[in-house]
Nanobody
């Protein structure tokens, strides 16, 4: 079993950048596909980006070209670099681990087995 802890959230102005981190413990992240999801108040959790064990990535259309996912297996950490942030991207951002797929970076939250507690990102206009 893997435990996930997100950090790096905060308040940023529209157009600004943040880098989120997801530190894993208990098992190494190279055993998992990793994903980032977000949930705004009153809305359903939505997919942001994922990276498979093989390194393939999958981005939500809304973040392509602005967000970048990366993984540092040596540090057992996954990162989400977010640039050109928009107010509507204010949400709690969650990191998740998928023990199943090797080659495909899953977009479906139901495919993920472990979740962190989330980190708040607030983008002011």
């Amino acid at each position: 079993q893997v435990q996930l802890v997100e950090s790096g959230g905060g308040l940023v102005q529209a157009g600004g950048s943040l880098r989120l981190s997801c530190a894993a413990s208990g098992r190494t992240i190279n055993n998992y596909g990793m994903g980032w999801f977000r949930q705004a108040p009153g809305k359903e959790r939505e997919f942001v980006v994922a990276i498979s064990r093989s390194g393939s990535t999958n981005y939500a259309d809304s973040v392509k070209g602005r967000f970048t996912i990366s993984r540092d297996n040596a540090k057992n950490t996954v990162y989400l670099q977010m640039n050109s942030l928009k107010p509507e991207e204010t949400a709690v951002y969650y990191c998740a681990a998928d023990a199943g797929s090797v080659w495909y970076a899953n977009r479906e939250a139901a495919q993920y087995d472990y979740w962190g507690q989330g980190t708040q990102v607030t983008v002011s206009s």
